[in-house]
């Protein structure tokens, strides 16, 4: 699934971005006036290889959840209970993440792909049918690779056989959101522990200090703070991760929610679909994307930039501008969810907005 996925991934539509181009050029405005909604449309004009390109609605978020080994070395002071406790609440509405979704209009699929225990028992849906898409109902997909990763500071966290059903399972996840219809893609995550291997995987993908690539995360205090920098910091040496296999460098140091991700955005990107970057666990799996199928960027839009210093790094890497800027550190897809709108207007400009010639407006 994965090779296959990845030989479907092209560069964007060179011809289709330049109508968008040549389109911006007559509408009722002065030109550039959209600064960075312009550059979004035409680069979405190219995704989909026609202009002007879909309307990105439906939207669709898909949280992956899962728990960490590395949660043993005191990276975080969170109790590894709070994950699937989270998606209860997730699942029950009562999240930011549903309350973002609700204001949207989109809907929300939570994928267990490695929570390690026991989750609440609430209806699971499969298959790519309308309710998939149904804002109003979160669903559940249970894909459990393993409870939990290994602790990455003492071993590696997965075998690459489950770094590769992790991805294989957020390929799916895509596929199927596609088939029921989804025009855009939300990442979501849920995690404790996650921004511990959000920044080593950053780290081995850019090769910054992971001073540079680690941050607080929920808000730890000092002496967290410097033992996860230390935890990073190990970790890299320990494994010696290869960003030209990124396949490795998942199952070294990621956590299987940064793997599934990764395969969302390769899915989204193999059908020509944009997908909406939330926050530090998303763009350091969107860099292990990117190193699968460098031309994954092109479906590829940064909703905010984290409060972790390492989404910037991240962002820097794969050339991507964030949408906004709040200090927000959230998760769950709430930030990509808060930058949809933009999106969905710079895309509307293109379908609605008359040119100079059709309102009788006069150029300059």
């Known amino acids: 699934m994965l090779e296959t996925t990845i030989a479907a991934i092209a560069p964007l539509d060179e011809s289709a971005m330049a109508a968008a181009r040549e389109l911006h050029g007559r509408l009722t405005k002065p030109a550039g006036s959209l600064g960075a909604l312009e550059d979004l449309s035409v680069r979405l004009a190219g995704l989909a290889g026609v202009c002007p390109p879909p309307l990105p609605e439906p939207a669709a978020v898909a949280i992956f959840a899962g728990d960490h080994g590395v949660h043993a070395q005191g990276v975080t002071p969170w109790p590894q209970e709070v994950t699937g406790q989270m998606i209860g609440n997730f699942l029950a509405g009562g999240a930011v993440v549903n309350a973002f979704a609700r204001q949207a209009g989109a809907s929300v699929t939570v994928v267990d792909v490695g929570v390690a225990n026991p989750l609440p028992e609430p ?184 409060a972790e210093p390492g989404a910037t790094v991240a962002l820097r890497q794969l050339g991507l501008d964030p949408l906004i800027d709040l200090g927000l550190r959230l998760g769950e897809g709430t930030g990509a969810l808060l930058a949809l709108p933009v999106v969905t207007g710079a895309v509307r400009v293109l379908h609605e907005v008359a040119t100079f010639d059709s309102a009788g407006v006069a150029e300059k």
């Open 123 to 306: 209806p699971t849906v499969d298959g790519a049918d309308p309710a998939v898409l149904d804002p109003t109902a979160p669903r559940l997909v249970v894909a459990s690779v393993r409870q939990g990763t290994r602790d990455f500071a003492v071993t590696a966290a997965l075998t690459r056989d489950e770094a590769l059903a992790a991805v294989c399972t957020g390929i799916r996840i895509a596929d199927e959101l596609i088939d029921a219809g989804a025009g855009i893609l939300l990442t979501g995550d849920m995690g404790i522990g996650n921004t511990t291997p959000a920044a080593t995987l950053i780290a081995a993908f850019t090769g910054v200090d992971p001073l540079d690539s680690t941050g607080r995360g929920t808000g730890v205090d000092d002496p967290t703070y410097a033992r996860k920098v230390a935890v990073v910091r190990a970790a890299l040496a320990r494994h010696e991760p290869d960003p030209a296999d990124p396949l490795g460098v998942l199952a070294a140091v990621g956590g299987l929610e940064h793997a599934a991700l990764a395969g969302l955005i390769l899915g989204a990107a193999a059908r020509r679909t944009p997908v909406l970057l939330d926050g530090v666990i998303a763009v350091s799996a969107a860099l292990a994307a990117a190193a699968f199928a460098p031309d994954a960027v092109g479906a590829m839009i940064a909703g905010h930039r984290s």
